[in-house]
């Protein structure tokens, strides 16, 4: 059974500072991977969605990269800000099932002005 | 604006009294899917649906049920609610390999 594991579950970095969030998985016979943000009491919104083909995705300050036989991706954020606090969840898609989706359980990242 | 819809957003309801959890997509995906967010367990997949009339279990479907009759909307059931099924609930939506759109969520309490 796929595993998803955020490390660390929480983050606190001054603004300013790159922002480095690991997310690993066990199986990496994966179809994508999707990083996620979401704020307290609200629902996640999509940041990237990296397709198993890929090596990395970017969008602005966001950089995702996958290694699919290690089992790893990490989402780099540049010059944090304080907007960017929020908890970050990546999410792995089986390629046997169009809609399995298996989550990890998030790093809560706070930047400090 | 594309958009997924739950309702309600908030609801405290008592054991064994049946609810519906509203769901609508106004961006013609194909894909559906329910999940609930428990501290500690993270986001667990309920069920999810591929298209109309095509649905699937997730991780932990028991004590709920789903309906797709139409594309846009995929609502939860829960027949006979119990106090373990109090739960931040979300839906999402996605078009094939394209990124997935979630509802503002719904949380209930089932006292």
């Known amino acids: 059974k796929q595993e998803v594991t955020q490390i660390p579950a929480a983050l606190s970095v001054p603004e300013g500072e790159n922002l480095v969030l690991n997310c690993s998985f066990t199986?990496?016979?994966?179809?994508?991977l999707q990083w996620f943000r979401q704020d307290p009491g609200k629902g996640l919104t999509s940041l990237l969605l990296?397709?198993?083909?890929?090596r990395e995705q970017t969008s602005g300050r966001l950089n995702a990269s996958l290694d699919k036989s290690s089992g790893r991706s990490t989402l780099y954020i540049a010059a944090s800000q304080p907007g960017d606090s929020a908890t970050y969840l990546c999410?792995?898609?089986?390629?046997?099932?169009?809609?399995?989706?298996?989550f990890g359980a998030g790093t809560q990242v706070v930047v400090t002005p | 604006e594309a958009q997924v819809t739950q309702n309600p957003r908030y609801l405290i309801t008592v054991t064994g009294k049946k609810l519906t959890v509203t769901c609508s997509q106004n961006?013609?995906?194909?894909?559906m899917s329910w999940y609930r967010q428990d501290p500690g367990l993270g986001l667990r997949q309920i069920y999810y649906?591929?298209?109309?009339?095509?649905?699937d279990k997730g991780d932990v479907p028991e004590g709920y049920k789903v309906s797709r009759k139409e594309k846009r909307n995929f609502p939860l059931i829960l027949e006979s609610p119990s106090p373990n099924q109090t739960s931040l609930y979300f839906c999402?939506?996605?078009?094939?390999?394209?990124?997935?759109?979630f509802g503002d969520g719904t949380r209930l309490s089932i006292l």
């Open positions: 199986d990496s016979a994966i179809y994508n």
């Open positions: 999410a792995v898609k089986a390629p046997d099932s169009w809609g399995k989706l298996q």
């Open positions: 649906s591929m298209n109309v009339e095509v649905t």
């Open positions: 999402a939506s996605a078009g094939r390999n394209q990124p997935q759109h």
């Open positions: 961006m013609n995906h194909e894909y």
């Open positions: 990296i397709q198993s083909s890929q």
